[in-house]
């Protein structure tokens, strides 16, 4: 949870392939042996994760000031009990990053040994916790709040380490740390700099060197995939070591003097027990809240599902085990998580084997260990900090206009600590939402023929009934008024109001409607306050698309399959005919004059209307399998019914906008990568239509299409969204579509849309990545604006 994590190349634990996603006639893979398994992916991911384990362990370490074994220990038991244990098999524990500070202070007051004991302590009470099942609980923490704690955390660690990297010793506090930093800054310790600034200077373009022109960027490409942190590391080491510089180098103590757990002596207990409860409870909070989040963004990028309870009881074994083997607390992190991802694990044997190359390193190479310079570890841990306080979490916090909630979280983290930088963001939050609660602006506008409107804005609660009062009273007697209320709550009290001054006025001889503007489509609010949907509202618009959640839906394996069909026919007549029947009577009268054509998938997961917010009359709408667009005059390939689709909505209709649709699991991309189409003998329909996407996979060879976001997370991923662009060239291939685009009449749009996390993609015409559709753009019934070009 340190760094923003990206999607990478995953599959689920126990085998390689996940099942067809578009229907039963596409042969699954013969999922692979574990043993293979394990050799071919976690065995060189398991390389990857410890080779960046190491030396961040270290650097957690140095900056609690504790001994630097308890990293490696720590680190031990996040890959080998949280790994074996955990509920998220693909995440990769060890040394929390946000519990630096905390670590810290506990190893100064009270000692290292008793800081252990915390750290057991708090492993028990996640044990508890994860028992209980309450996992989920501890997601409800606003974003903001965690995003601010983890920047506060950042800061305070890379104000310290910036004093080890100028060859000073950090302070007690990031206030202090602050106050003393001119001075050192005045006078730093040259050889330490040099070294620091060679090791940051190596994270930040280590993996930039694939982006070199030419030759240079392929060997580059090669050399990053070794990870930044262990190669600067090693350079500051080499550095150092090669010069002859006399500099404070890594104190790793013989396993002989390792200083395990001790429980508080009575007299420190009787005295400082609130204290002492006070940061078990803290620790137990931010670590389990991170395992957590940190498990999310995994599933994210890996299209599974954890069982975060088992997750938290994983987390509280590693925790318990490494603070009664004298080690840091434990919780899963993002930086280890991600690097496991993208080197490819399939399993949680990775997470495991990554343990167990610790305990080999920390028991064979502590000579080595021993050469490595503060001033190298501590850029590796200041990075990591400032790495911390991450630009898209603001922007993405001030979107939601959180963003108060988030500073004062990270300042009272800086100035006051992690555990009153908490509650102070969580006051922040409450005041903010206590403010927006009663936050409502009310407006009266005029028509010339003297029609009043009255526009509430925001939540109406008793504390803006007196301005909702104040301005109906302003209304003059006798006149026709219609309320128009934006649908946020409403509370009895403005209720009661509302309902008061409408009988009174209506007495006194006025007309008054009662209008709510329910999100997308007007709706009547009667005097009983029932809503129901306003009959004389012209606009073309829909609801948002919930009501088929938590329903029944047609089961495939049922007896009558036929007749749960027909109950949804009838739930339609029902329901939805009346509300819709004028204006399909409308479209039946007029004709269709869809604006965008949309070629899609034949899956039944995909639905339409659902992901562009549209409604009968929008669309003109191509499914086929794999949203395939046959090239002309392909041998053997070609099918004239996409052809003529095009060109009916290109000619007649004049749409303005075609849009190829992709989307996440596609069977026919699958089919493809099993070379289904190449089969040997008289080819089935469907592998004929298959071949229709060869294009395809002589594009994903040679120049696949790339997130603007994170990588694709398997070859299929890869495929899907390949397949999208190389559709767009073949649909440029018909003279129909080819004089529109030239005349600029016609836009082509590549999209893809993601069943897990519910995301949809656009294809930016200047980057030719995809890449996500934000909040910003969800008015638009399909994101065209995006200039896309095949």
């Known amino acids: 949870m340190t760094l923003d994590i990206s999607s990478a190349p995953i599959a689920s634990d126990t085998t390689d392939h996940a099942p067809p996603a578009s229907g039963r006639t596409l042969p699954p893979r013969k999922p692979r042996g574990p043993g293979r398994t394990v050799l071919l ?52 524990s060890g040394p929390s990053a946000a519990l630096t500070v905390i670590t810290a202070g506990v190893v100064a007051q009270y000692g290292w040994r008793i800081a252990c004991a915390v750290t057991v302590a708090a492993g028990l009470l996640q044990l508890l916790l994860g028992s209980l099942r309450v996992a989920r609980a501890a997601l409800a923490v606003s974003p903001a709040i965690v995003h601010g704690m983890l920047a506060g955390v950042g800061l305070t660690i890379a104000l310290a380490q910036l004093h080890v990297v100028l060859g000073g010793s950090p302070q007690s506090s990031a206030l202090a740390n602050l106050l003393a930093l001119p001075g050192q800054l005045a006078g730093p ?51 150092s070591l090669g010069l002859g510089l006399q500099l404070a180098r890594v104190e790793l103590p013989g396993w002989q003097h390792h200083a395990l757990a001790a429980a508080p002596t009575g007299r420190l207990l009787a005295d400082h027990w609130p204290a002492l409860l006070a940061v078990v409870l803290t620790v137990t909070a931010v670590a389990s809240v991170e395992s957590l989040l940190s498990s999310v963004a995994v599933d994210r990028m890996t299209h599974t599902t954890s069982d975060l309870d088992r997750e938290l009881r994983g987390q509280g074994l590693a925790n318990l085990f490494s603070g009664v083997l004298g080690g840091l607390p ?25 343990g167990c190359w610790v305990v080999l390193a920390a028991l064979a190479l ?29 922007r993405r916090v001030h979107r939601h206009r959180e963003f108060p909630v988030y500073l004062g979280t990270v300042l009272g983290v800086v100035a006051l600590g ?50 909702l009062s104040r301005t109906l009273a302003q209304i003059p007697p006798g006149a026709a008024v219609t309320v128009h ?40 609010l009667d005097p009983d306050g ?43 007549q029902e329901h939805t005919a009346p509300l819709v029947r004028q204006e399909l009577a409308r479209l039946a009268r007029e004709g269709q004059a869809p604006s965008q054509l949309f070629l899609t998938c034949a899956d039944s997961r995909m639905v339409t209307s659902m992901i562009t917010s549209s409604g009968p009359g929008d669309l003109f709408t191509v499914r086929n399998v794999g949203n395939l667009v046959p090239a002309p005059y392909e041998p053997g390939a070609a099918d004239d019914s996409v052809a003529a689709a095009v060109q009916y909505a290109v000619e007649v209709l004049e ?84 004089r529109r685009v030239a005349a600029g009449t016609l836009r082509l749009v590549g999209m893809y849309f993601d069943f897990a996390t519910a995301q949809a993609y656009v294809l930016d015409g200047p980057s030719g990545r995809f890449t996500p559709v934000g909040a910003e753009v969800h008015r638009d019934p399909l994101p065209e604006r995006t200039p896309v070009t095949a």
């Open 366 to 394: 502590a000579g080595g260990l021993r050469r490595i310079p503060l001033a190298a570890l501590a850029a590796l841990v200041l990075v990591v900090g400032i790495q911390m306080v991450s630009f898209a979490h603001i």
């Open 41 to 92: 992916h976690d065995l060189p991911a398991s390389l990857a994760v410890f080779l960046i384990a190491v030396p961040f362990s270290l650097g957690i370490a140095l900056a609690t000031g504790a001994p630097l074994t308890a990293g490696l220990v720590a680190a031990a038991a996040g890959g080998l009990v949280a790994g074996l244990l955990g509920g998220t098999p693909l995440q990769v």
């Open 530 to 572: 029932t809503v129901h949907p306003d009959p004389g509202a012209g606009s073309q618009q829909f609801r948002a698309w919930t009501p088929w959640m938590g329903h029944h839906s047609i089961e495939p394996d049922g007896d009558d399959v036929h007749g749960r069909l027909l109950d949804g026919v009838r739930g339609f």
């Open 655 to 738: 749409v303005r906008s075609i849009t190829v649709c992709g989307h996440s699991g596609c069977g026919a991309m699958k089919a493809l990568l099993d070379g289904i189409h190449e089969q040997p003998g008289t080819p089935t329909p469907l592998a004929r239509w298959l071949r229709n996407g060869r294009g395809s996979l002589a594009r994903s060879k040679r120049a696949p299409a790339r997130f603007g976001d994170r990588p694709a997370a398997d070859p299929v991923e890869e495929l899907c969204i390949t397949n999208v662009v190389q559709q767009l060239d073949q649909l440029l291939a018909n003279p129909a579509v080819e």
């Open 330 to 354: 434990v919780a899963g992190g993002a930086v280890r998580s991600t690097a496991n991802v993208q080197a490819g694990a399939v399993s949680r044997g990775s997470a495991v084997l990554h």
């Open 418 to 467: 992690v555990p009153l930088g908490v509650a102070l963001g969580g006051t922040v939050a409450a005041l903010l939402a206590l403010y927006r609660l009663t936050r409502a602006r009310v407006d009266v506008t005029a028509d010339p023929d003297g029609t009043h409107h009255v526009r509430t804005h925001g939540p109406l609660t008793f504390a803006a009934v007196p301005r």
């Open 189 to 239: 310790h040259l050889p330490a700099l040099a070294v620091g600034a060679l090791a940051v200077s190596v994270l930040f373009c280590w993996p930039r060197l694939g982006r070199l022109p030419g030759t240079a960027g392929r060997v580059g490409a090669r050399l990053s995939r070794l990870p930044s942190a262990l190669v600067a590391v090693a350079a500051g080491t080499l550095l």
């Open 485 to 524: 209320h934006d649908g946020s709550f409403l509370d009895h009290a403005a209720y009661e109001a509302l309902h008061t001054w409408r009988a009174m006025y209506q007495a006194a001889g006025g007309r008054v409607a009662m209008v709510t503007e329910a999100r997308s489509q007007e709706a009547v």
